[in-house]
């Protein structure tokens, strides 16, 4: 099977940590990582493992010629001028930033349905996590509200993230209704400083119909987990789906597989494991 | 001396120990009090603030926009206040609440981590409201680095801080010196919020008075997360001793206090709400820095899950929880039954 040949436009952590995965995949081609900053450190990294880098970031992907997919892993603006550069060049995009040109995809759910899409966006790190759980408990009995909570460690939020809080979790909410298909939806985001730092955790609550099949919904959920583990080896259930009233309670722990960034910022591992997922499913389909 | 500005959280903080229970009626009554008192800010709404209306950490009874009208249509002179905490409350919620008449906006972040208030104190003072910018459990990072965080709260247009020992952990000479710290790097005046967990909210008050805090936060009947705030009856009678005067009357906080008890009794199911006491779970959660939010979860996870509340409440002390952690709760109370 011939690989897919990608390139991963910036050269941030994100960046960075993506062409450690990028790497290990059978099916992606890594043909170029493009950052715009000489001295960065991830542009280093990428030369040091013999991968062609570029410092004029969007250009050097169009001028390159073989690619087929992006991995944009630069900033909401920048997306927003990179994406009709990629729809014309014919390039899929994959929008790790919170532009959202495109639908947002949650793998285990949804992909199928934006198979055909050129430009397609991650939503959130916790809508990643909390999606599909919702999505699980939706399947056995309808979900009228579901909240979610996403706790980070302080050091695995950046810059982007802690000025626009607003951004995170009103998208992860929406991700919450549009995919997950609840009725309504709250999503709320901590910052915990501890060291050391806290792996990334998320609870969600479902507010369901009374009587529920119980059974149903938690091995639902469970069966969904073993999904996400697939391709997200650290998502863990830690607290298995338990009816308190009104709503099941689910919480789950998601470590990172450390490849450039540290194990306890699950929150970014989630999102560039969900990338590679995303990207390798193109290119079962291209081939 | 400057008269001190003193800020009633009764009707913001105190709907922790009611469960997020406080109807529109009570809120109207208990701030006409308080305004009829001479209370300067009056603060209202969920006790985790705008937007805490939530399955994580209780659903209030009304809505919080139905809080806030109740609250500004009742007062004459005070100015409401609301709580904000960014990854909670948005700039909408901020943006609703000024259109219903708030003018002040504390808004609020664990203690090391003001960067998330920028966009929210910047909207406030695109409002011509007062900004605030509070930082919850100061006690969990040393003074320097409160400091520095007051600072960038100062340059986002805060025009004042607010230090909340959340906990009620903090002993007086303490408080002090995070006074004098944030003191020094700001331009700005300091105000203090207490938790009376090992029983030192009135003392701890006087301390931060005492070292230059010009706002001081008060609650009738001490009604507030965990132990209880600094009740604002005891508090404006000792700093009437302590000739540290401000605009509030004795009789008239007095007054506001019986009028909250005699709300309540209108409310059966509030009056079994046990009242804000230094008990042996809040006693454990001062001492282990635990926050104060979370100790009807505890007592109620304690219960259900047969653990020890004193452990649990160490085991949170020890993973370093921070407001809003409900969850941690669950998880470890299930953790000490072997249930997880």
């Known amino acids: 099977m011939a690989k897919l040949s990608v390139a991963i436009l910036g050269s941030g952590n994100i960046g960075t940590d993506l062409m450690y995965k990028v790497r290990r995949s059978a099916q992606l081609d890594l043909q170029l990582v493009a950052g715009i900053d000489p001295a960065s450190e991830g542009l280093a990294l990428a030369r040091s493992l013999g991968y062609k880098t570029c410092t004029d970031g969007i250009e050097g992907v169009l001028r390159n010629g073989k690619i087929q997919l992006v991995f944009d892993a630069t900033s909401a603006r920048s997306h927003l001028a990179h994406a009709p550069l990629l729809k014309n060049a014919g390039i899929i995009a994959i929008d790790l930033t919170p532009a959202a040109v495109g639908p947002g995809v949650i793998p285990v759910v949804n992909l199928q349905e934006h198979s055909k899409e050129l430009n397609v966006n991650l939503v959130s790190c916790g809508a990643q996590a909390t999606v599909p759980i919702v999505a699980a408990i939706n399947s056995i009995t309808p979900v009228q509200y579901a909240e979610t909570v996403s706790t980070l460690a302080s050091r695995s939020a950046g810059p982007g993230t802690r000025q626009n809080i607003d951004e995170f979790t009103r998208t992860t909410a929406r991700g919450v209704r549009d995919v997950g298909r609840a009725k309504k939806s709250k999503s709320i985001i901590v910052l915990n400083p501890a060291e050391p730092p806290i792996i990334m955790r998320n609870t969600v609550y479902a507010v369901v119909d009374l009587p529920v099949d119980e059974k149903g919904v938690r091995d639902s959920v469970m069966a969904m987990a073993e999904k996400i583990k697939s391709y997200v080896p650290g998502y863990k259930i830690t607290v298995e789906p338990f009816l308190d009233g009104d709503h099941f309670t689910t919480c789950i722990e998601v470590t990172g597989a450390g490849d450039y960034l540290p194990p306890y910022s699950g929150n970014l591992d989630i999102i560039t494991a969900v990338a590679v997922n995303v990207a390798e499913r193109y290119a079962e389909t291209l081939s | ?340």
């Open chain 2, 1 to 340: 001396m400057a008269k001190l500005t003193f800020v009633d959280v009764t009707l913001r903080d105190g709907n922790h120990t009611v469960r997020q229970q406080f109807s529109p009626d009570l809120v109207a009554r208990v701030a006409a009090a308080l305004d009829a008192s001479g209370v300067a800010i009056i603060e209202v709404g969920h006790g985790d603030g705008l937007g805490g209306s939530s399955i994580h950490v209780g659903r209030t009874a009304a809505p919080e926009a139905e809080l806030m009208r109740a609250v500004v249509s009742a007062v004459k002179k005070a100015k409401v206040a609301i709580f904000l905490i960014p990854g909670f409350g948005t700039m909408e919620d901020l943006q609703q609440a000024y259109d219903l008449g708030v003018t002040v906006a504390r808004v609020a972040s664990h203690c090391t981590e003001a960067d998330i208030t920028e966009q929210h104190i910047q909207l406030a003072r695109k409002l011509n409201m007062l900004a605030v910018g509070y930082l919850i459990s100061f006690g969990m990072a040393p003074p320097e680095r409160i400091a520095e965080e007051a600072k960038k709260m100062e340059s986002y247009g805060a025009q004042y801080i607010n230090l909340a020992d959340s906990q009620g952990y903090l002993v007086p000479h303490e408080v002090k010196n995070y006074v004098a710290a944030v003191r020094a790097a700001v331009n700005i005046p300091v105000g203090f919020h207490a938790h009376n967990n090992l029983g030192l909210a009135i003392g701890n008050s006087l301390a931060a008075v005492e070292a230059g805090a010009a706002y001081v936060d008060g609650s009738l009947k001490g009604f507030g997360g965990g132990a209880g705030n600094a009740q604002s009856e005891t508090l404006i009678a000792a700093l009437k001793r302590g000739a540290f005067p401000t605009d509030v009357d004795l009789f008239g906080i007095l007054d506001a206090s019986d009028i909250l008890v005699e709300e309540l009794g209108k409310y059966p199911d509030l009056t079994k709400v046990p009242m804000p006491t230094v008990d042996n779970d809040t006693i454990m959660m001062g001492y282990a820095c635990v926050y104060g939010g979370y100790v009807l979860p505890i007592k109620r996870a304690a219960r259900e899950y047969g653990c020890d509340p004193r452990r649990l409440v160490l085991r949170l002390g020890e993973r370093k929880v921070v407001a809003t952690q409900e969850d941690v709760v669950i998880e470890e109370a299930r953790r000490l039954a072997g249930l997880a």
